[in-house]
């Protein structure tokens, strides 16, 4: 029998409409190495080489005739990575910005669900001799909390990549329409009540579908006593379109030490008081009212490390298992941003000492609700919760400190691109990789035609909280 998809995971195709495609994204700035460089032929020989550590990636979504159980994966007979590894250029020199044009426009089109749930893009053309790679994954592909995604398996910890695998890939025959409906039915027999919300939610029920789902990430939230009262009204929650803007910000991590040293707070308080004051300067570029009490509410999945905030080595490069999930108010109406900082400080060493998170143990068992990374797991919460609890996801994820490479060609930089959710025209992802800290803002192309100030003033905020900190 071919597995089946979650619950969770089958909710986010029947969820996925124009406007909300349910793809996590990520770019990666990658300088090429010696002579040619990382070009397309590498690259899809590298994904060639190390597909098979990930065999999801040649699976295919397939639905049981009249939706009487939950789609299952098959192996695509007629899998094709050249399909999926795609080559793209911006006109030389290509510039970021030209860069994040491209990528909005890539992360604005749906996958196609006819074909294994992913694609990658190599982009030539940037200036400074680089290139950049762009990942596109379902989050139905993304399930449960020890998997790994291609973009993982491609990287190397040191400029001689490590052996492939080796193996003739022979694809299973995908099952047929009786042997997929005689299956459905054995389930039926053993859980009556499957069949019922299999149909209702294929069919378009998206409400009892959504509430399904927010029951899940509901368990998540609950014990935040800020979800008791509704979101703060902000120009961030409109009807979004299908069109996306995408912009970047790079920062130091050196920085966000500094300011840990200096006020005994952590490095994601940091982040969260940086973030609170470019959207406290972004509103107000934008003229709308920032009274003193203003804030506006972020959901915060973190990763747990105890007192180490990032990892300095190839032998702690994971993730990890633990994974927490918070509700903080960022105080963008505070003018002191060392006052921004003691509030963010306090909201959460209060989640933290009265408990209010929710270990990894606890999301694998309300049904594989943790992904491999926490930008998809922002992304599902996001997905299934009324935007009047939060007004949008902030993904901090800390990675390795150390370079790593593909196909030879060192990682420079890489920016999460993080899908939002109904209703909300922005999500912000960022990354600690090798010293630095990267900002990727996935905006509404309409809701926020100005991203790229808010991205741009990322940097003023970081410096104003320094400068208070010295």
Known sequence: MPPRLSALDASFLYLEQ????????????????????????????LVEQRIALVPRYRQKVKHVPGNLARPVWVDDTEFDVAYHVRRSALPRPGTDEQLSELVARLMSRPLDHTRPLWEMYLVEGLEKNRVAVVTKTHQAMVDGISAIDLSQVILDVSPDARPGVEEVWMPRPEPSDLRLIAEAVGDAVARPGEIVDNVRAATGDAVATA??????????????????????????????STQRRFAVARTDLEAYRRIRAAHGCTVNDAVLSVVSGAL??????????????????????MSVRGEADVPSSATSGSLGNRVSSFLVDLPVGEPSPVVR???????????????????????????????PTLHALGARAASGISKRIFNLVVTNVPGPQFPLYAAGARMLEMFPVVPLAKGQALAIGLTSYDGGVYYGFNGDRDGMPDVDVLAGLVDEALDELLAASR
């Open 211 to 240: 509430t399904k789902l927010a029951g899940m990430a509901g368990k998540l939230l609950t014990m935040a006593r800020t979800a008791s009262r509704p979101a703060p009204g902000t120009p961030l929650n409109v009807h979004i």
């Open 341 to 371: 900082l003691h509030h963010v400080t306090h909201a959460m060493r209060e989640h933290t000492s009265t408990g209010q998170n929710v270990g990894a143990d606890t999301l694998v068992r309300i049904g594989g609700f943790a992904p």
């Open 18 to 45: 124009a406007t909300t495609p349910m793809h996590v994204g990520g770019v990666a700035i990658f300088k090429r190495a010696g002579k040619g460089g990382l070009d397309y032929e590498k690259l899809v020989g």
């Open 280 to 301: 406290r300067n972004w509103l107000l570029s934008r003229g709308e009212p920032v009274t003193s009490g203003a804030s506006v509410r972020a959901m915060v999945p």
